[in-house]
Structure formats: structure tokens, C-alpha cells
């Protein structure tokens, strides 16, 4: 299988390099542009102020083909007291080449003193998704390719108990319809069609989730700890599809080892029992963690992963540039599939990081990430975790 290829932002940087070197006759198209990446980019006079920014983005994935988007950012601290944490709203929509479509919007938002803590996101897709199959032993090669419409709607509602610990409501909302499947796949039979869910379902989970995070700028933590505990119950009572529990682990910690570099590692697991349908067991892969491995490439009832990230930011020579470099392994499993350390899969690689919002302290980054069966590039805003 071939990893995803994403190209996002590279518009945004090369005018923010680019620009402050042209000459001093520039049209008006031109003018317009370097006048807005040198004020979303330059240092402001109010360091409280919110800073927002849109940027087009352009990505290549073989389920997709060419896809264009535009992304928005927005972060800010409440009532523009830089005591109380940075808040960030995130925006996406997207358009491909063989008529899909999707809109995204995720948000972490803290009230005054940190109080409460509303973290979540909501998805709509027009999307396929590749279906290797349950289990650690999916063929390399997809064997189905499901096209459907998507929905998602993840909110945590949470209200701080003592300093930094988060304590409330969480809800998952997920509904996957108008399922079709094309490309399926004679040879291997018992990975062509999932076994739970095939024809789409609608499922609401609510539970409780604890959280403790110390953490002051989750879009480039350099010190601190976030400990996220969640359980969501599916039943019928709650509107839901198929009956199953999930449970979610989620620890990182982040070390500062000099003035301008951070280590970072996260411990994330996800355990599902009951009766899940195939498309909310615990999926590998992605932008965040275990990154190189298309999302969704291994699924099981269980996931385990792991990573550490060494991040300079910035360089010694450079007020703009950073790097960083990253490994990563993790492991899906289930009641058939028992977890075993000789199957771990590891992913690994190395970034670069850009100082988009100087007063905010946030970059831009680009990873390269590298698996046992491919390479994927991703960029986009904020760390991966």
C-alpha cells in the first residue's frame, strides 16, 4: 500500500520567505498578499491579540487523488489574559478530483482561569476509506475500497476540580450511511467485507472522561503533562447501532532538555469490548501517532502505541526554523489476535518546523514519516501531539 502524500500550506511559506526579498515595484495581487503574511506572521504590538489565518492546501492520497482545501486557524486566550490558556479553533474543508468533499472543525477552548475545558470536533466526509481487513495480518494490498458518507461529532465537556484536573461529560457521535463497496477483492474473502457493520450504522456513546493538563500552549507543549482517561458506553438506550464499551488512554509528558529543544512521548491506548462495527475499532495510522501508516490500515478491537519526539524550536542560527525527529511503534489486537511484543511495527522519521505565530510560540511543520511499507509527508499547524 502506498502511504498518503499531503502538501498543505506550501503557498503560505514560500510567500512568507519569498515576499520580504521582492523588489520595491509590486502589483497589487502581490502587495496584498505580503502585506497579509507579514501581519498574521510578524510580531504584534498586543501580544494578548488573537491571531487568525486562512491558507489554501493541496494534497495528493490514492483513495482521493488531487485534493484542494482551504484551512482556518484561530487562537486566542480568553478575555486576552495570557494567564489563561491558548485556545485554538481549527477549520477544513476539502474538494477532490473524483467528486469527494468533507468539512472539519476541531477545537480545544478554555473560559477564564482555565475553568472549564470544551474539547472536541466535528466531521462531515464524502469520503472512501481502504478496508485491509480486521487484524494485525490485513493484507498489505487493500482489499476493499468503501465509499459513504461520514459523520462525527466528539465533544468533552469538562470542568476543572483541582489545578489542572479536568473532570465531565464526554460524547461520541458516529454515523457511517450510503455505504458502497467498489474494488472488493476475490482472493482473501475473509478481509473484503467486514464482518460487523458492513452496510453503515449509527452509534452514540456517552461516558466520563478525567483529563489532567498542566499544559499551556497544546499547539507546541515545551513542558508539562496531559493524562486523559475516558470511558464511552454504546447501547441501544443511548440511540446507538450495535452495544460496546470503549475505553481510551492517552499519557504524554514533555521535557524541556535545553532553552530551545523539548522531548516529548506518548503512551496511547484504546480498548474496545463488545460489538463494535469495523469502522470504530481502534485504528493505526495518521498525522498524529504512528505516523507513515494510512489510518485505518490495521484495526482491531484493541490498539497500543507509543512515541518520543526530540524538537528543536528553533534552531541556534535561526529565529524561524526548527526541526525535529521522531520514532514510533504500536500494535493492534483483539480477543483472537492476543497482544504479542514480537509484532510491534515501527514508524519513524524527522520534520521541519516553521515559526508561524512568533508571539503565540506556534510553528508549522513538515514530517516525513517512514514505515515497513511506504512513506507519507505530512504538513499542517501544531505538533502532532
Known sequence: MKAPFQFAAALLFLSG????????????????????????????????????INYPTLAYTPETSWEFGVSSLYVYSANRDLNNRLSEVKAFTFYTLENQYGISLDHA????????????????????LFFHGVGRDAPADYQSRIDGAYILLRERILRETLPSLYVGLELDFQALNRVRYTESSQAQPEFAVPSVGAAGSTNMGVGLGVLYNDIHNALNPRQGHYSEWAL?????STGSAFS???YVVDNRIYLPIKENSVLAAQLYGQFTLGNPPFNMLALMGGGTLMRGYYRGRYRDQHLLAGQIEYRILPFSFSKRFGAS??????????DARPFTWRRLLPAGGAGLRFL??????????????????????????????
Open 232 to 236: 464511552l458506553s454504546y447501547s441501544s
Open 325 to 334: 525527529a521522531f520514532l514510533a511503534t504500536g500494535q493492534v489486537f483483539g
Open 109 to 128: 477552548l478554555y473560559t477564564d482561569r482555565n475553568k472549564w475545558f470544551f474539547y472536541g470536533q466535528v466531521r462531515y466526509q464524502s469520503f472512501p
Open 356 to 385: 508561524l505565530f512568533p508571539d503565540k510560540d506556534i510553528y508549522a511543520r513538515f514530517d516525513l514519516a517512514f514505515t515497513q511499507e511506504g512513506r507519507g509527508i505530512y504538513i499542517s499547524i501544531g505538533e502532532a501531539f
Open 244 to 246: 460496546f464499551t470503549s
Open 17 to 52: 520567505v519569498s515576499l520580504p526579498l521582492a523588489g520595491q515595484e509590486e502589483g497589487g495581487v502581490r502587495k496584498f498578499i505580503r502585506r497579509y503574511v507579514e501581519r498574521v506572521m510578524g510580531e504584534g504590538a498586543d501580544p494578548s491579540a488573537p491571531k487568525f
